[in-house]
């Protein structure tokens, strides 16, 4: 029998186990396969805990209606029951010289699609609006060379767009910064957009018609962000029992591959012990596939390490409702920059969702750290709870003590997509695409976001699994 040996078990690596085993079952070529995880848990940055009737999620909260495939997945794993709609007041404030402004009706991303609820916005000035809606009349750019997102933005919208919308919104999902994030391998959306409509307005009014036509259409109702009832840990847990126990290593650190004779591999372990395999996905994190496969291929390794990894913390915060007489009308709140604050945004996780805190509680959550501010993230907990306590106190007015803590730290977790990031994928592919039986998929190439990484997993489980039936 064939061997193929997954190492690393976030979603990417689950997910391509779990579709590799899909495959070679339709074939009906049994596989032996491995998963290999270096901590005692699956689901990587997927981390859900359940507390006293609360549902906390240190990492992901949800994912995206928009890109299908965690949908689709959650969906063929059984759990289409359990996936949980956002609760209906979808607004979001950003802060804005220490107050909270809401952001108008009608803006898709950082692009206003509604006109009264942009005019009367208290978030941008009068010229700040005028430039904005200059974008309608601004002409499309004529060279190819790739814009960072911030440059994009200044461009089509203007300054005051980039910093009290743009940026924060940004620093929310990526946790970067828009000044050197390419805009194409971020946002690659807008440049579509601007190709076709020749301006953000027009485009976005165009697909906000298109959405409501297809809502209309469509089978059960979701929202654009969507998670499970239980938390995303449930679907870890799922994929856990369909991939079964028997094939997942857990505490099975990779510290290297190498090809053996007849063009089997060798994978190391950490313990001293080795594993042979005819095929190695690598679902790790782009600086630790670089380490295992440095001796391989240095040029390989050399070029995976140029991609920046930041931190983040995510610290969730429980209080009886009668604590906060801040009225709680939103998802929540992102953080400019320029407001030089300790805090990049914080979700007002129980109003986002149901099932998350019981009836008379509430449950909150603050993103420290990100390219910004980065630092923050080793503060110890006393000192990173009462950081997040007093800016809490400060936006929203909430002084009473929390009755549940939670601080998760996310040490160089989130990949940064820069300028060139595409072309630099492109080499990466280029070079993996020369060693024949090893394949490598993650966050860290084609998509920051769960449902990327399952859309990779599902490609990259076929080539595996077609590369399996010629060895
Ligand atoms: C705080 C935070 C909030 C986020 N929020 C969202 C969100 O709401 N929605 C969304 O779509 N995305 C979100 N993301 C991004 C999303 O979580 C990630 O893109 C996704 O989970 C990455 O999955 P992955 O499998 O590629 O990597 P990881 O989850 O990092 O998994 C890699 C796995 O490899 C293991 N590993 C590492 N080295 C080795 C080794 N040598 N041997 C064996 N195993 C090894 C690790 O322990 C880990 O389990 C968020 C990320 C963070 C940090």
Redesign the pocket.
């Known amino acids: 029998m064939k061997r193929l040996v997954i190492?690393?078990?976030?979603?990417?690596?689950?997910?391509t186990a779990y579709f590799a085993l899909e495959k070679t079952k339709a074939l009906g070529e049994p596989v032996h396969l491995q998963l290999?995880?270096?901590?005692d848990?699956?689901?990587?940055?997927?981390l859900t805990e359940k507390v006293n009737d609360f549902v906390i999620?240190?990492?992901?909260?949800?994912?995206?209606y928009e890109?299908p495939w965690?949908l689709a997945l959650c969906e063929k794993l059984g759990l289409g029951e359990r996936i949980l709609n956002t609760n209906e007041n979808r607004r979001v404030f950003i802060l804005s010289k220490g107050k909270l402004h809401e952001l108008p009706e009608g803006f898709m991303l950082m692009v206003p699609t509604s006109f009264m609820p942009f005019i009367r916005s208290s978030l941008i000035s009068w010229p700040g609006k005028i430039r904005m809606a200059m974008d309608l009349f601004i002409p499309r750019k004529r060279s190819d060379e790739e814009e960072s997102l911030a440059d994009f933005v200044r461009r089509r919208l203007g300054k005051e767009a980039l910093e009290k919308i743009a940026e924060p919104l940004v620093a929310g999902?990526h946790?970067g910064t828009p000044e050197t994030m390419g805009l194409k391998s971020t946002f690659p959306r807008f440049l579509q957009i601007e190709e076709e409509y020749g301006s953000l307005i027009r485009g976005m009014l165009a697909r906000r018609k298109m959405v409501r036509k297809w809502e209309k259409q469509a089978g059960p109702r979701r929202t654009m962000?969507l998670t499970l009832k239980g938390g995303l840990g449930e679907w870890i847990d799922r994929l856990r029992e369909k991939i079964g126990e028997e094939r997942i290593g857990l505490k099975?650190?990779?510290?290297k591959v190498r090809r053996g004779e007849r063009g089997i591999y060798q994978v190391q372990?950490?313990d001293g012990t080795a594993l042979e395999a005819d095929v190695i996905i690598l679902?790790?994190?782009s600086f630790?596939t670089a380490?295992?496969i440095e001796e391989m291929d240095l040029e390989l390794s050399k070029i995976l390490l140029t991609i920046p990894y930041v931190s983040?913390?995510?610290v969730s915060l429980a209080y009886r409702r009668s604590q906060i007489d801040h009225p709680l009308d939103a998802f929540g709140f992102i953080v400019p920059r320029s407001e030089k604050r300790r805090i990049m945004a914080s979700t007002w996780t129980s109003i986002k969702f149901n099932h998350r805190a019981p009836r008379d509680a509430v449950l909150l959550r603050a993103?420290v750290g990100g390219a910004n501010n980065e630092g923050l993230v080793s503060l110890d907990d006393e000192e990173m709870l009462r950081v997040v306590r007093e800016e809490l106190k400060d936006i929203m007015g909430i002084e009473g003590d929390p009755i549940l803590v939670k601080i998760?730290r996310?040490e160089k977790?989130?990949?940064q997509y820069l300028v060139g990031h595409l072309e630099k994928v492109g080499r990466i592919e280029e070079r993996v695409g020369l060693q024949s039986g090893i394949f490598i998929?993650?966050?860290?190439y084609k998509?920051?976001?769960?449902?990327?990484?399952v859309h990779d997993a599902e490609i990259v489980a076929e080539k595996a699994v077609e590369y399996l039936k010629g060895a």
């Open positions: 190492v690393g078990g976030g979603i990417a690596g689950l997910a290999l995880e270096e901590k848990r699956l689901g990587g940055c997927i999620e240190g990492g992901p909260d949800c994912f995206l890109k965690a999902i946790a962000f099975r650190r990779v510290t372990l950490s679902a790790t994190p630790v380490r295992i983040s913390a995510t993103f998760y996310w977790s989130m990949p998929t993650g966050c860290a998509g920051i976001g769960i449902s990327d990484a």
